[in-house]
């Protein structure tokens, strides 16, 4: 077997325009996160309401 790795071919200018344009919207989401308003006495990590778990004092909920 050979094991050296392929070269990969080059990007179409409409593959590379989508990918510029997802790290634009990565980056803007980002910024947002970054630039939000912090919750005084929260629970820290991401929003259970969202991904879908409660974990508190080490029980964890999924719903």
């Given at each position: 077997m050979d094991e050296t790795p392929q070269a990969k071919s080059p990007l179409t200018p409409a593959a590379q325009r989508a990918l510029d344009e997802a790290?634009?919207?990565?980056?803007?989401i980002d910024a947002k996160a970054a630039a939000g308003k912090r919750e005084k006495g929260?629970?820290?990590?991401?929003d259970p309401a969202r991904y879908g778990d409660w974990e508190i004092k080490g029980l964890t909920a999924d719903f």
């Open positions: 790290a634009a919207r990565r980056a803007e929260g629970r820290g990590g991401l």
